[in-house]
């Protein structure tokens, strides 16, 4: 069921539409419902990392302070409605992307890098614990 | 008010990276310094808000703990020991009439001939609780910030939030408090994967999609009432302190009002770090220049740039170039043994 006062926030290029609570921030709708966006400082107006461009509704977030506008300026892409994700909070619906430099990782390209990151670890972590022989599917140990 | 007549070389602010190392360095030029910080701890975003996490574009780390380099870099800047003064909010400046400089800060008045921004984003304030009951228990019950561990010992805790912060604390008390509970409102926590992993596996008792509706009690803390989000469920819990850690805002804080040049809330500066304030210099990134990048390396060299102008301008028979550090220490060493004999 869809409730009708809750904001409604889009995020784009996944086009992902999630309701959100008022004044709550982009990053934790984002983080909330699984949408991937960075946050190196952990959402403390101290990187760029969870920079968004807001496609509409700019009106309905809350203010830019000087802090955001100062790292905001690092970011990949700046666009005019340039906002950090942690530190707007959300009074009505909105529409925002997410740069492409970081959605290109974005939905089942994610879960795929990651399997094959763990694919690789794995087979790392094999040929070190046992140099000497072929990665195998035996139980045995050799010492 | 206890204040330290001592008029220093440096006074340092900020006990970041790179005030860390501006201090190693007025060392180095045998200055001696101060350093002011208004959090508890050295290291600033460091220690503060990534702790657990990997630099790796430290010159001469291929990878390094957050946590380890604001270690090493108190290490360094320690061969000199400068004084180092924690949970103090830089207030004003005076200029005094032998050219000297008096801080005033919510604590004391410290005096030096010259000071060196290092305050990197601001003054962090921890962001705080919006329930009403949470102001009356300010500093009586709830905290926003760990001074003394031990102070936690015994108690019946309730630690809020799910960063790094947040956590880190949660896993350091929960052997000391008599019972601990962590509540997030969320179910992704930002802390670091590992301490997640850890909590998850401790005698911590945590509630996700839960956030603190309202504080019991009278003078003190008698228990706290949460509230599920997730099936809209309420809970009383059995607590007499609360620690939370939602977060930072950062600010320039009084700073903002010396008169120093600003663009936003970063300070401009020359090639030699000066600001236009006579004796005042900032680095890192507080400080701004054509071209300038917020990195912790580009920081390091602010900081150098910053104290080598400095010591020539306090004495003029320093050199601003400081020789090679190979040479330098050797002479040093020499010099300290013909003193011996």
Request: net charge negative; glycine share 8%.
């Amino acid at each position: 069921m869809v409730d009708e006062l809750m904001p409604k926030v889009t995020f784009l290029p996944v086009n992902k539409t999630v309701e959100a609570e008022e004044g709550q921030s982009l990053l934790d709708v984002a983080m909330d419902n699984d949408i991937r966006l960075e946050h190196n400082c952990g959402g403390n107006c101290a990187c760029s990392t969870c920079h968004v461009i807001v496609k509409d509704g700019m009106e309905k977030l809350s203010r830019k302070t000087e802090e955001e506008q100062d790292e905001l300026e690092e970011a990949e892409g700046l666009a005019p409605t340039s906002r950090l994700g942690c530190q707007s909070k959300i009074y009505g619906d909105i529409i925002v992307e997410i740069p492409p430099y970081r959605s290109s990782l974005l939905n089942e390209d994610v879960t795929k890098i990651e399997a094959l990151i763990k694919e690789k670890e794995k087979a790392l972590n094999l040929s070190r614990s046992n140099p000497a022989s072929q990665p195998s599917q035996t139980e045995g140990k050799t010492e | 008010m206890n204040t330290d007549q001592k008029t220093y070389d440096i006074t340092v602010i900020g006990a970041g990276p790179v005030g860390l190392f501006a201090a190693y360095y007025a060392g180095f030029r045998d200055l001696n310094c101060k350093i002011i910080d208004c959090l508890p701890q050295i290291g600033g975003q460091l220690t503060t808000l990534y702790p657990q996490k990997f630099v790796y574009d430290v010159a001469g780390f291929p990878k390094i703990l957050a946590t380890d380099l604001a270690l090493n870099l108190h290490k360094q800047a320690q061969q000199y020991n400068p004084k180092i003064c924690l949970e103090e909010k830089v207030q004003q400046i005076f200029y005094l009439e032998d050219r000297a400089i008096k801080l005033t800060t919510d604590k004391a008045e410290h005096f030096s001939k010259k000071v060196i921004l290092t305050a990197g984003a601001g003054v962090f304030t921890p962001r705080k609780l919006e329930p009403e009951s949470a102001k009356k228990f300010e500093n009586r019950g709830l905290y926003y910030m760990v001074k003394d561990t031990e102070f936690f010992r015994g108690k019946k805790l309730l630690v809020i939030g799910g960063g790094d912060t947040a956590l880190d604390w949660a896993l350091h008390l929960k052997d000391m408090a008599k019972g601990i509970y962590l509540i997030h409102r969320s179910n992704k926590f930002l802390a670091a994967a590992s301490s997640v992993r850890q909590l998850m596996n401790s005698n911590i008792e945590v509630h996700t999609h839960t956030e603190l509706k309202e504080i019991l009690g009278n003078d003190h803390i008698q228990g706290a009432i949460i509230v599920d989000k997730s099936v809209n469920q309420e809970k009383t819990l059995d607590v007499d302190t609360i620690l939370c850690c939602i977060g930072y805002t950062p600010n320039l804080g009084p700073i903002k009002e010396w008169g120093l040049e600003l663009a936003g809330s970063t300070i401009k500066v020359n090639p030699r770090m000066e600001t236009n304030l006579s004796g005042v210099y900032a680095a890192g990134d507080v400080a701004t220049y054509e071209g300038k990048l917020r990195l912790i390396c580009t920081g390091f060299s602010d900081a150098a740039v910053a104290v080598n102008y400095a010591a020539h301008s306090i004495y003029p028979e320093l050199r601003v170039f400081p020789g090679y550090s190979t040479n330098v220490m050797e002479q040093k060493e020499e010099e300290k043994l013909a003193h011996k004999t």
